[in-house]
């Protein structure tokens, strides 16, 4: 996209961490309020209890939280482009 105008490129990856009281309380949190996930909802009804579970499990899987305490990770790339 900026190939032509571009004099130079910086990608570094950082991590943003979610900490919250708990999984379940940041899987209500999240599910009644990211836009994907409220349509989702919307969209399959009674099915919408199968994909939060799948997803509390993956969620479940990443924690790195102590006492029942959420702490995960996020990773994302920023990336600065000079023109």
Do not use: K
């Given at each position: 996209m900026f190939a032509e105008v571009a004099t130079s490129y910086e990608f570094e990856r950082q991590v943003n961490?979610?900490?919250?009281?708990?999984?379940?309380g940041w899987a209500?949190?999240?599910?009644?309020?990211?836009p994907p996930m409220v349509t989702a909802r919307a969209m399959l009804g009674d099915r919408f209890g199968e994909l939060r579970a799948s997803i509390v499990e993956i969620w479940k899987n990443a924690n790195q939280g102590n006492g029942g305490r959420l702490r995960m990770p996020?990773?994302?790339?920023?990336?600065?482009?000079?023109?």
């Open positions: 961490w979610i900490d919250w009281e708990s999984l379940e209500d949190f999240f599910m009644g309020r990211f996020q990773e994302y790339l920023l990336s600065v482009i000079r023109l």
